[in-house]
């Protein structure tokens, strides 16, 4: 492996294996031929972007992003083992043809540029190793569950009793609308003094007839079973609408912070969210002042005094004018897209490695702060193409720790053959979670007939589409996630730790180009996931690479160097693993319900093949095997017994 970094004014010519390299006034051009451009960030608009102008922005785009996106990356990966990454906060546009220009006219001449060659997973390495990646915990890794309509502590608790009556295991809960809407750190309905220094939680009092009774025990209520709570969060300090009452607190609020000059400026005036975009005459906190960020979290420290686990940090897309102006002097033209980092950042350094952020927004040097969704899509088979697609890009950028929504977020409710493929999948991406939009949802305003009740939770889908008798077999999709949990688990750490992701295109996974242009399967640790992303869809092909591959739940084994086609049925999965492997589980039958409990006390060690060998981070600790014809040697460094299943 390779890599070099040039400063932009020394840069003049590069030749590398199978490309040129060379320096206009305003562009950089790669000349050589390529099949294929990946990486650049989560891309919904197809993993390749040959032939793309790609336009290096952070961007809010409510559903069918196409060729916006939400998290960009000035990164990407050419055929024949090349990859460059403009080291910039600007926004700046790729010309993906031939030859392949970069512009750099409004780039500082310091600006670095990365070149790598070498395998294509040793790219990606090298890229991923300029920054750090988060390294969550145990809890994150179990099925999460949301709805925004979840507005209040009875249905947060009768969904507690829900998933107790249909047992079934979750690890985390995101509740969003729960705030007052106006400081977004005060719980909606609480009753307290106006004061400028930071609440404590005994500085509230709750109505027990009201929205939220008593949040803190609700936590603990949770907490008692084992699942996490995460709080929506927005950087905003919100223009109330003529509709909305004004709030006092957060008046006084807004004042202080444009007295204490903690807003974004605009020609020396606070800059406001313009017409057309998301909190449209809100400012926004200036988090490159120091003053800004400790104000900012003091306001929040009591949420996490009291038990919440981490923030659902939504946003960060609002730099909309290259002449912003910030504390530390930098322009709106670095923090269009550097200003989702920061935003996250600034959360993170307040909070413990066990408490988490889940962020929409990000850019370069975002992943070593939170873990990513992929957005708003509507609930149809175009836009679950759409997000598997930005899931494997976002991978080719390096980006470990990703997810969306099951089933979509908005608009009509998803078949329930869309559910059922969309949660398949989302058992085998790095985090699985269901959420969906508010009440009614934002298409209402142009169809009144849309449904009030609409969250993409299992058990409202099997009610919604009156197939209540079936909700078993969607739960057993979450009683596979449990089962897997600890392979997961060690598949990211090592993942994370080698520098590199735990979902990979296929071409990354065996560095061989005849898997290039491959865009619907995937490997997932030591998995091979075939997903079904067409409608009505009875058959699937799925391409096998050298080896045996064994079906992860039926056993049966198939022979690899070629494609095989699968009848599916709905509830068929296509999952391998090859033979040689293994998988770490805590049952032996994966689709046996399980609880959510993440004490690992007694794991099962599931052997592939006549022989084979395997290593495992389970608890930072080295666990390894070796197996031949039913024999075994077990290299045990955790305080964690196994039992050995030869399969």
């Not at 031929?33 to 961007?59: A, D, P, R």
């Not at 009452?245 to 204490?260: G, I, M, R, S, T």
């Not at 974004?264 to 800004?292: A, H, Q």
């Not at 992860?552 to 086609?565: P, V």
């Amino acid at each position: 492996m390779m890599h070099k970094m040039y400063k932009l004014k020394d840069l003049t010519s590069i030749k590398t294996k199978s490309y040129l390299i060379t320096k206009t006034r305003s562009h950089l051009m790669i000349m050589g031929e390529s099949s294929f451009v990946y990486g650049l960030g989560e891309k919904y608009n197809g993993i390749n972007q040959k032939h793309h102008i790609v336009v290096n922005e952070v961007f809010e785009k409510f559903c069918n992003q196409g060729e916006k996106t939400y998290y960009p990356c000035p990164f990407f990966i050419l055929e024949h083992g090349l990859g460059v990454f403009i080291h910039t906060k600007d926004v700046i546009n790729f010309e993906f043809k031939q030859p392949i220009m970069i512009d750099i006219s409004k780039l500082d001449e310091h600006t670095e540029i990365y070149i790598f060659e070498g395998s294509y997973e040793d790219i990606i390495k090298s890229y991923n190793a300029l920054t750090e990646t988060l390294m969550p915990p145990l809890w994150v890794f179990g099925p999460w569950i949301s709805a925004h309509r979840w507005n209040s502590q009875e249905l947060i608790l009768n969904q507690l009793n829900i998933l107790k009556k249909h047992q079934i295991p979750v690890s985390a809960l995101v509740i969003e609308q729960w705030s007052d809407e106006a400081t977004f750190y005060i719980f909606n309905g609480a009753s307290y003094q106006i004061k400028d220094t930071p609440y404590r939680y005994e500085d509230f009092t709750f109505d027990p007839h009201g929205l939220w009774t008593d949040p803190k025990a609700m936590i603990k209520a949770l907490h008692d079973e084992n699942i996490k709570v995460l709080l929506w969060q927005i950087p905003v300090l919100k223009h109330m609408e003529s509709h909305e009452k004004l709030n006092p607190k957060h008046e006084n609020d807004k004042a202080y912070a444009v007295k204490e000059d903690m807003i974004v400026k605009l020609d020396e005036k606070p800059f406001k969210i313009p017409e057309g975009r998301w909190f449209p005459g809100s400012y926004v906190p200036d988090f490159t002042n120091p003053k800004t960020r400790d104000w900012w979290m003091k306001q929040r420290r009591y949420l996490l005094d009291i038990g919440v686990d981490g923030f659902k940090t939504d946003g960060g897309e609002f730099i909309s004018d290259e002449k912003c102006s910030f504390y530390d002097g930098s322009t709106g033209k670095q923090m269009t897209n550097d200003y989702s980092r920061l935003y996250t950042e600034t959360y993170k350094e307040k909070m413990t490695d066990d408490q988490v952020l889940f962020s929409r927004a990000g850019y370069h040097g975002s992943k070593k702060d939170t873990i990513i969704w992929a957005g708003d899509q509507k609930s149809t088979w175009d836009e679950l193409r759409h997000v598997y697609g930005a899931g494997l890009s976002a991978a080719l950028s390096g980006h470990a720790l990703w997810s969306f929504d099951i089933g979509g977020f908005a608009g009509d409710m998803p078949s329930y053959e869309l559910y059922v493929r969309s949660t398949q999948l989302a058992v085998f991406v790095p985090i699985m979670q269901c959420h969906s939009e508010p009440v009614g949802g934002q298409f209402a305003k142009l169809d009144p007939s849309k449904e009030l009740h609409n969250e993409r939770t299992p058990w409202h889908i099997a009610s919604y589409h009156e197939k209540i008798e079936e909700l078993p077999q969607l739960i057993n999709y979450y009683y596979l996630r449990m089962h897997l949990l600890p392979s997961i688990y060690s598949w990211t750490t090592q993942a994370i730790l080698d520098h590199t992701t735990v979902m990979k295109h296929m071409m990354v996974a065996f560095n061989d180009e005849k898997y290039a242009h491959i865009d619907d399967q995937h490997m997932f640790g030591n998995l091979l996931v075939a997903p079904v992303l067409n409608p009505n869809q009875k058959q699937r092909e799925v391409i096998f690479p050298e080896g045996t591959w064994i079906h992860l739940l039926s056993n049966e084994a198939y022979q690899g160097n070629q494609t095989h086609t699968f009848d599916v049925d709905l509830y068929d999965m296509l999952v391998f693993l090859r033979s040689g492997k293994a998988l770490i589980t805590q049952g032996d039958d994966l689709l046996s319900p399980i609880t959510n409990d993440l004490d690992f006390k007694l794991l099962s060690i599931n052997l592939y093949g006549e022989q084979g060998k395997d290593t495992f981070m389970i608890n930072q600790k080295e666990v390894s095997i070796t197996w031949r014809d039913q024999s075994y040697q077990l290299k045990n460094e955790s305080n964690i017994q196994f039992k050995i299943n030869f399969k």
